[in-house]
């Protein structure tokens, strides 16, 4: 069992997060997201500066809240990519600075590996094969996890718009706000979700063929803009249902084909976009009559935390993973294939 310190900058939540072994002890967020909500987006150095000036409160009140010291840390786990690459050098600088004065050693991980691990926190799971469908602002994807340390395969991903840019986007044209992905699903449960048949990315049989487990979102908010500038007096609750529930159908479609076709029978939902209520109940529904087990992280462990980087460091750490070397730098469009640098 080790003490891993996890520090996570990727975009616009400085966190850190304190695990002893699979015990979550500490998990400190500090979140930029109403300084980017005027710009409708996240301003890549805005954040940046964030998180400098949050990183020294942000450690010092994880170590509290778990009751340690830093010298009581045995290794050190930091979002290496992917990311921006101004906000994940804020971080790998700190962990860095941090492992060489504690003597300790520093495990670079990967951010959407992390999203999976900390599905592994406060419980005694056994960590077997598994399909993981990983949905988050940036990154919509179907993993084949053999051993989230070493071996993540991408069975798809998506080839335009990630599913939590696709809410961004339509919650703006609604006029709702910034984050899109909370305000919509709040939006939606007045709405009706049968009121508009928007349509599903890349699920024709021709399309199929060519991406039977990649995503596209691009289409579907066309659509979307195009159903408001011809309906204007269309009710906000039904067009936010509505969009919903063609981004879930298709994200939990593909997920559950490709339980079928590896023969998996686990699915692990994680990322941002996991926190949906409609997608946490229509996988619940759907994976049960598929005779599919489940696993969906806490909500509050579904946002970007440091306890999913800690979650993994201590993992590799189980698994017999080396550390990194010192010195490791910050790769912006990191492969999920590398998981430890």
Known sequence: MALVLGIETSCDETAVGIVDGRKLLANVISSSVEEHARFGGVVPEVASRAHLEAMQQVIKQALKDASVTLKDIDAIAVTAGPGLIGALLVGVSSASGLALALDKPLYGVNHLSAHIAVDQLDNDKKIT???????????????????????????????????????????????????????????????????????????????????????????????????????????????????????????????????????????????????????????????????????????????????????????????GVKPSQMGIGADSAASIAQVIW
């Open 129 to 319: 094969p598994t399909i993981a469908l990983l949905v988050s602002g940036g990154h919509s994807s179907i993993l084949k996890v053999k051993n989230l340390a070493t071996d993540v395969e991408v069975m798809g991903a998506t080839i335009d718009d990630a599913a939590g840019e696709a809410f961004d986007k339509i919650a703006r044209i609604m006029g709702l706000g910034f984050p899109g992905g909370p305000i919509i699903d709040k939006q939606s449960k007045d709405g009706d979700l049968n009121h508009v048949n928007f349509p599903r990315g890349l699920t024709s049989a021709a399309d199929l063929d060519k991406h039977q487990y990649n995503f596209s979102f691009s289409g579907l908010k066309t659509a979307v803009a195009r159903y408001i500038e011809k309906t204007p007096n269309y009710k906000k609750a039904d067009v936010a249902a509505s969009f919903q529930e063609a981004v879930v159908d298709v994200l939990l479609s593909k997920s559950l084909a490709a339980c079928k076709e590896s023969g998996i029978d686990n699915l692990v939902i994680a990322g941002g976009v996991a926190a949906n209520s409609r997608l946490r109940e229509l996988a619940k529904q759907r994976c049960e009559m598929s005779k599919i087990k489940l696993s969906i992280p806490p909500i509050a462990l579904c946002s970007d935390n440091g306890a999913m980087v800690a979650a993994l460091g201590s993992l590799a750490i189980t698994q």
